[in-house]
């Protein structure tokens, strides 16, 4: 008898040992409160380890229709103090449809305590605001500038966001800023953010905010996270050359037309054609970024308004137009293009932030005038973190710099001119 009551003893202890709970779960907790279909949804267990060497060895969630399954393992190793260890276990559920929820809880070595209304929770359907119905459709460079970049938005909701601007930041670092000159924003409308001074700008994609003010920067409306990419990989850069009659008559006609290059050279030539209702033509060049000019002729083109420019697919960054005159000779318009991005590789060097000082780059030499007969004077070249990298004195109004060793990337030329931005490509 003593000896099978000993067996049961043992057996006991195994059993308890097996069954051992060594972590409690007190409290579920849902985050947000309320949440709802545009919410990031986050469950979080609260509740003690059963001594100071209890552990939670490993945890996941899956959520299969209307219930979230949490499983929870814990386990002891080493010798503690049994004393009650408060502990939290975080899930990051993420964004769910509209529905009611049940939270199932299970695991080795834990007990759920946790009151019964709280293994429930609800995702009520998200009511969009104004900011959310604004959709930022792209931000890019202003192909026919180095000096900007566009923001094209749709207003899909009926607030107008009076005399809008909007600002682009990586960091706490502001890039560019638009000068206010729209009455608000009530539908689609393309907004162009002019390079602050001194704005060091980020080569590849990089993480910005976008944010919008109203009522002449007096107020913050709306913030928005986005991935921006200034020059993105293309196979070629699209432009535009096109004619618009603008006046109420009729025109049936055509236009011949001839772009050359900054060399004289001829790129490519057609014909514009305007018949009945179709009173706007263009085509599409896939170009170098460069100097460009454009010649219109027709020895009988009369009648409309007609003009005619440059812009690119979408229409959104536009450059020169100018009308079309009725003179039987050659009109002419002129424009630089600067394709997706400024970028060296594409022969176009950058507009210095001060007007006075000039500088572009040739080889692995960057050449500085200061555009008038004063000395440049002591300079410092700063990379993109902010460390000098060169320093010296140019005595004369006209000098170069050698960039050979340095790495390809974004400098600041400061002097007592002024200061001004440059991309060295070569980094040989």
Same mark, same amino acid.
């Given at each position: 008898?003593?000896?099978?009551?000993?067996?049961?003893?043992?057996?006991?202890?195994?059993?308890?040992?097996?069954?051992?709970?060594?972590?409690?779960?007190?409290?579920?907790?849902? *985050?947000?409160?309320?949440?709802?279909?545009?919410?990031?949804?986050?469950?979080?267990?609260?509740?003690?380890? !059963?001594?100071?060497?209890?552990?939670?060895?490993?945890?996941?969630?899956?959520?299969?229709?209307?219930?979230?399954? =949490?499983?929870?393992?814990?386990?002891?190793?080493?010798?503690? =103090?049994?004393?009650?260890?408060?502990?939290?276990?975080? &899930?990051?559920?993420?964004? #769910?449809?509209?529905?009611?929820?049940?939270?199932?809880?299970?695991?080795? !070595?834990?007990?759920?305590?946790?009151?019964?209304?709280?293994?429930?929770?609800?995702?009520?359907?998200?009511?969009?605001?104004?900011?959310?119905?604004?959709?930022?459709?792209?931000?890019?460079?202003?192909?026919?500038?180095?000096?900007?970049?566009?923001?094209?938005?749709?207003?899909?909701? *009926?607030? +107008?966001?009076?005399?809008?601007?909007?600002? #682009?930041?990586?960091?706490?670092?502001?890039?560019?800023?638009?000068?206010?000159?729209?009455?608000?924003?009530?539908?689609?409308?393309?907004?162009?953010?002019?390079?602050?001074?001194? *704005?060091?700008?980020?080569?590849?994609?990089?993480?910005?905010?976008?944010?919008?003010?109203?009522?002449?920067?007096?107020?913050?409306?709306?913030?928005?996270?986005?991935?921006?990419? &200034?020059?993105?990989?293309?196979?070629?850069?699209?432009?535009?050359?096109? #004619?618009?009659?603008?006046?109420?008559?009729?025109?049936?006609?055509? +236009?011949?037309?001839?772009?050359?290059?900054?060399?004289?050279?001829?790129?490519?030539?057609?014909? &514009?054609?305007?018949?009945?209702?179709?009173?706007?033509?263009?085509?599409?060049?896939?170009? *170098?970024?460069?100097?460009?000019?454009?010649?219109?002729?027709?020895?009988?083109?009369?009648?409309?308004?007609?003009?005619?420019?440059?812009?690119?697919?979408?229409?959104?960054?536009?450059?020169?137009?100018?009308?079309?005159?009725?003179?039987?000779?050659?009109?002419?318009?002129?424009?630089?293009?600067?394709?997706?991005?400024?970028?060296?590789?594409?022969?176009?060097?950058?507009?210095?932030?001060?007007?006075?000082?000039?500088?572009?780059?040739?080889?692995?030499?960057?050449?500085?005038?200061?555009?008038?007969?004063?000395?440049?004077?002591?300079?410092? #070249?700063?990379?993109?973190?902010?460390?000098?990298?060169?320093?010296?004195?140019?005595?004369?109004?006209?000098?170069?710099?050698?960039?050979?060793?340095?790495?390809?990337?974004?400098?600041?030329?400061?002097?007592?001119?002024?200061?001004?931005?440059?991309?060295?490509? !070569?980094?040989?």
């Amino acid at each position: 008898m003593k000896f099978t009551l000993t067996l049961l003893a043992l057996l006991f202890c195994t059993l308890a040992t097996r069954a051992q709970t060594y972590y409690y779960i007190n409290t579920i907790e849902v *985050a947000p409160a309320s949440p709802t279909t545009t919410d990031d949804i986050t469950i979080t267990l609260q509740g003690d380890l !059963s001594s100071t060497n209890s552990y939670i060895s490993e945890t996941s969630f899956a959520v299969n229709g209307n219930t979230v399954s =949490i499983s929870v393992t814990a386990g002891a190793q080493g010798i503690g =103090i049994p004393v009650l260890t408060p502990h939290d276990e975080s &899930f990051s559920i993420g964004m #769910l449809p509209v529905g009611e929820y049940f939270i199932a809880i299970a695991g080795v !070595s834990i007990n759920d305590g946790a009151p019964a209304p709280q293994h429930e929770f609800v995702v009520s359907q998200a009511i969009p605001t104004a900011c959310d119905s604004l959709i930022v459709d792209h931000v890019q460079w202003q192909a026919f500038s180095d000096t900007a970049i566009e923001v094209h938005v749709f207003n899909n909701s *009926a607030t +107008l966001f009076d005399y809008p601007g909007f600002v #682009l930041l990586q960091g706490t670092d502001s890039i560019a800023r638009e000068n206010v000159n729209y009455f608000g924003i009530g539908g689609e409308s393309t907004h162009t953010l002019t390079f602050v001074d001194g *704005a060091i700008v980020p080569i590849g994609p990089f993480q910005a905010q976008l944010h919008l003010w109203t009522g002449f920067y007096q107020q913050q409306a709306c913030i928005y996270d986005l991935t921006v990419d &200034f020059c993105p990989p293309a196979p070629c850069s699209p432009m535009l050359v096109y #004619l618009n009659n603008y006046g109420n008559a009729i025109i049936n006609d055509t +236009l011949d037309w001839q772009l050359v290059d900054g060399d004289n050279a001829i790129v490519s030539t057609g014909t &514009f054609a305007l018949a009945d209702a179709e009173q706007s033509d263009y085509d599409t060049l896939c170009v *170098a970024p460069g100097d460009y000019t454009l010649s219109v002729t027709n020895d009988t083109f009369t009648g409309g308004q007609p003009s005619f420019g440059f812009t690119v697919p979408g229409l959104y960054s536009s450059g020169n137009e100018q009308p079309y005159i009725f003179d039987n000779l050659p009109d002419v318009l002129s424009v630089v293009f600067f394709g997706p991005c400024v970028d060296p590789d594409n022969s176009v060097t950058d507009t210095p932030s001060i007007p006075g000082i000039h500088a572009w780059t040739a080889s692995d030499l960057l050449i500085i005038n200061s555009g008038q007969d004063t000395p440049i004077g002591a300079y410092i #070249l700063v990379d993109v973190l902010g460390h000098q990298v060169r320093t010296g004195s140019i005595q004369g109004s006209t000098g170069t710099l050698s960039l050979g060793g340095m790495a390809p990337g974004a400098y600041l030329l400061r002097t007592s001119l002024g200061t001004l931005r440059f991309v060295h490509a !070569s980094g040989q």
